[in-house]
Structures are given as C-alpha cells and as structure tokens.
C-alpha cells in the first residue's frame, strides 16, 4: 500500500508560483507512475500532468503547458509540480495520484484517466487571487 501526501498549497497572486510536493511512503514508489489532477469548485475533476515512473517521459494538459512542469525525485519518493504564471482559473484543490503498475500507460491518454490511478492523496488547495 501507498500513501500519498501533498503539501505546497496556498494563496498566491495571479502571476506567481507555486511548487507542490507529494510524497510517497513504501519503497515501490519510485516504480509508479504519478499524475497530478485538481478540482475546482462545481466542476469535474480535470487532468493536469504526468510523468512516467523513470521521470523519462511527462505529459501535461494544453492549459498548463508551458507553466508548469513535473518532477520526481525517486531517491526522496517525492513527486513535485511547479506552477508558473498561475491565473485565478487555476484556483483548485489538487491531488497527487499514482499508479500500481510500472508499464501500464504509454499514452496521454492513457496517463490523463483518472481512473488509471490506483492510490490518491487527500489534496492540497491552490487559490490564485486577481
């Protein structure tokens, strides 16, 4: 079993940044891809981006290309997202998710499913001010 627990969250500026972790325990972390989604308030939840289990291979939606980037640091089983140039349509709760199986996507698409994710974190809230 994998816990997942985000940090990093809070109240920004639009044009600022913000750089949010997930940490994961359990040692087989480092083999798990990892994404990271966000929900808004009254809205579904939406893909934000990727990256494989090697780090090898990221993928994002088309609205946070460009601004943000994913990382992973598998020596500290963590999992980070920095968000540049943030705008008040980014204000959301976000969660760090992982997948059990090393292989399992190849594919934006595959990688964008929620429902490809195994293990979920409790999420962490972005509010972007105007």
């Known amino acids: 079993q994998v816990q997942l627990v985000e940090s990093g969250g809070g109240l920004v500026q639009a044009g600022g940044s913000l750089r949010l972790s997930c940490a994961a325990s359990?040692?087989?972390?480092?083999?798990?891809?990892t994404g990271w989604f966000r929900q808004a308030p009254g809205k579904a939840r939406e893909f934000v981006a990727a990256?494989?289990?090697?780090?090898?291979?990221?993928y994002y939606a088309d609205s946070m290309k460009g601004r943000f980037t994913i990382s992973r640091d598998n020596a500290k089983n963590t999992v980070y997202l920095q968000m540049n140039s943030l705008k008040p349509e980014d204000t959301a709760v976000y969660y760090c998710?992982?997948?059990?199986?090393?292989?399992?996507?190849?594919?934006?698409?595959?990688?964008?499913?929620?429902?490809?994710?195994?293990?979920w974190g409790q999420g962490t809230q972005v509010t972007v001010s105007s």
């Open positions: 998710a992982a997948q059990n199986v090393g292989q399992r996507c190849s594919s934006y698409g595959c990688y964008s499913r929620a429902l490809e994710y195994d293990y």
């Open positions: 359990g040692r087989t972390f480092s083999s798990y891809p």
């Open positions: 990256i494989s289990w090697s780090g090898g291979s990221t």
